[in-house]
């Protein structure tokens, strides 16, 4: 018998907060609904990186035929769950601080939108979905007949949680930090050093990005370096022996977070120590 399997969509997951937007942190898996139809027809799901092709076996029409699927489902849609593999999904995703999210993604909602023929998911928050399930995928059956002519592309898309660094600098070197700074090639400004006294009693300069949410990536995007001046003194030329301390500051680590409160919100900070 000859086999003939036509592809219905492709579903991609892009991150951001990698460089090649394939997020190794979450899986996705048919939902209940999917594999009640999939143990019943010769249905199937594959993976191609971050991108998920959903096809059926059939000669016939891919409209026909996902007409007669609609009428074996109970519940009119196919759907997919996506769970989280890696805590540091949690640290480096744009997420509320003060919860764990849980969403609902469909094709009918209407707060999708469309871009090149490409369809973007929006999530709406839900409590109905299963323990340890973030997310849930419904693409119903009607959405999919309507474009059964292509094949439709739908995009999920997560965004990197943009924080306020901070780094404190130990000085077990009796270094004079007294005029030191932070430094990077992007126009982005450090406030400090503020003296401050850590949970173990040690004495550390504190460098903050304040107000200026700097955004999380797997490669390093930005790059900051400790420097130290010499006080002016009357002297103009002191400012040319400006010296590096720590040259290539480390970038933060997404599962070091703390919530800190700022004009009467809460915001993601993410603490650096560095000894010098």
């Known amino acids: 018998m000859t086999s003939s399997f036509n592809i219905v969509f492709e579903l991609k997951i892009e991150h951001h907060y990698f460089d090649n937007l394939l997020c190794r942190d979450i ?12 143990r019943q027809f010769p249905l199937r799901l594959n993976q191609n990186m971050n991108t998920f092709e959903f096809y059926v076996n059939t000669t016939n029409s891919m409209g026909d035929y996902l007409e007669y699927l609609k009428t074996k489902s109970e519940t009119g849609y ?7 593999t890696g805590q540091e999904f949690f640290g480096y995703t744009s997420l509320p601080v003060d919860q764990v999210p849980s969403y609902l993604y469909t094709s009918s909602s209407l707060l999708n939108t469309e871009e090149s023929d490409v369809i973007d998911l929006i ?11 973030f997310a849930t995928i419904r693409l119903h059956f009607d959405d999919l007949i309507a474009v059964a002519e292509s094949i439709p592309q739908y995009r999920i898309t997560f965004e990197p949680r ?5 780094y404190y600098i130990i000085n077990r070197s009796n270094l ?25 009693g040690e004495e550390a300069l504190k460098f903050s990005s304040g107000d200026q949410l700097l955004a999380l990536s797997e490669v390093p995007k930005y790059k900051f370096d ?14 040319l022996r400006t010296k590096k301390i720590f ?3 480390p970038n933060p680590n997404p599962l070091q977070m703390n919530i800190v409160e700022a004009d009467g919100s809460q915001r993601v900070s993410s603490p650096m120590y560095i000894y010098v």
């Open 27 to 38: 899986s996705l898996q048919p939902g209940p609904s999917s594999q009640n139809l999939m």
């Open 78 to 84: 196919l759907d997919f769950e996506v769970s989280v």
């Open 247 to 249: 040259e290539g500051l």
């Open 226 to 239: 400790l420097l130290t001046t010499p006080p002016m003194n009357g002297n103009d030329e002191a400012r």
């Open 123 to 133: 999530p709406d928050l839900t409590d109905q979905n299963p323990p340890n399930i």
């Open 176 to 200: 004079d930090l007294a005029n030191s700074s932070i430094s990077g090639t992007d126009d982005i400004q450090f406030e400090g050093p503020l003296k401050v006294v850590l949970q173990n």
């Open 162 to 166: 943009e924080t306020q660094w901070e």
